[in-house]
């Protein structure tokens, strides 16, 4: 069993059998008022306020037994570091409870999650994303493209159950570009968009992209927080 939910921005919950995957959960959103007696993790790529933020360590009171994997760049101090929560750094593979955890380097600020667990690897890209900004010099949008490009070559005909990839307006044209290019070079059995400030038309308007023809067989349309997927 693998269950989707959108929660909100870059957040998604995905529920298997035993345990529960929340990434970048930042406090907005709903969340169940339980899991039973499945294990709970919490997976923060970076420090953005839009992707993490300190008060989600409170829900350890709701959801006993969690455990937070956060990126390295989200910083505590010695005497506030607790045994439950562990920090992950970029290209680096991690076994931390029921989980193998594969680590990218994101092009902005911390990491993108490559998840294994029951049976199922599920990709999360935080922040990792080709960039491409308007009004910004050739040089600078020319190395994020090759920045791009060199960590999804180490996705090469990876399968993925499900992955989770930004389309951000602000990105004008360019919104689809880093979408195009992961599905260029891994294989994924559910895709779905995110990172889109709630602009759902965006979402939409990804499906008649012609750029996007024959890519988008497994593509999930978003339309509203809460919206869940009941997927094999």
């Not at 010695?78 to 380097?105: F, P």
């Not at 996705?155 to 195009?180: E, M, N, Q």
């Not at 070079?185 to 889109?196: D, G, L, T």
Request: with cysteine; glycine share 6%.
């Amino acid at each position: 069993m693998m269950k989707v939910r959108f929660v909100c921005h870059s957040c998604f919950m995905v529920e298997f059998d035993k345990s529960v995957l929340i990434f970048d959960y930042y406090g907005e959103g709903k969340l169940p008022e339980s899991f039973g007696k499945k294990n709970v993790y919490f997976l923060n790529s970076h420090g953005h306020p839009d992707h993490f933020k300190r008060e989600i360590l409170d829900l350890r009171d709701k959801y006993p037994g969690a455990i937070y994997i956060l990126s390295s760049d989200i910083y505590f101090k010695k005497e506030n570091r607790k045994d439950w929560i562990c920090q992950v750094k970029a290209r680096e593979t991690y076994e931390i409870g029921e989980l193998h955890i594969q680590t990218l380097r994101s092009t902005d600020m911390g990491v993108a999650f490559v998840v294994e667990t029951e049976g199922k690897r599920i990709y999360h890209a935080g922040d990792l994303n080709w960039w491409h900004w308007e009004g910004e010099d050739k040089a600078w949008n020319n190395n994020m493209a090759a920045n791009y490009k060199q960590e999804m070559d180490r996705l090469s005909k990876v399968h993925f159950d499900a992955a989770f990839l930004p389309a951000d307006p602000r990105l004008a044209d360019a919104y689809y570009w880093g979408i195009k290019y992961f599905l260029e070079q891994a294989e994924a059995e559910h895709v779905f968009p995110m990172h889109f400030w709630e602009k759902y038309e965006l979402c939409r308007r990804l499906c008649s992209q012609p750029e996007m023809e024959g890519l988008l067989a497994h593509y999930h349309l978003i339309e509203y927080q809460g919206q869940e997927w009941d997927l094999c």
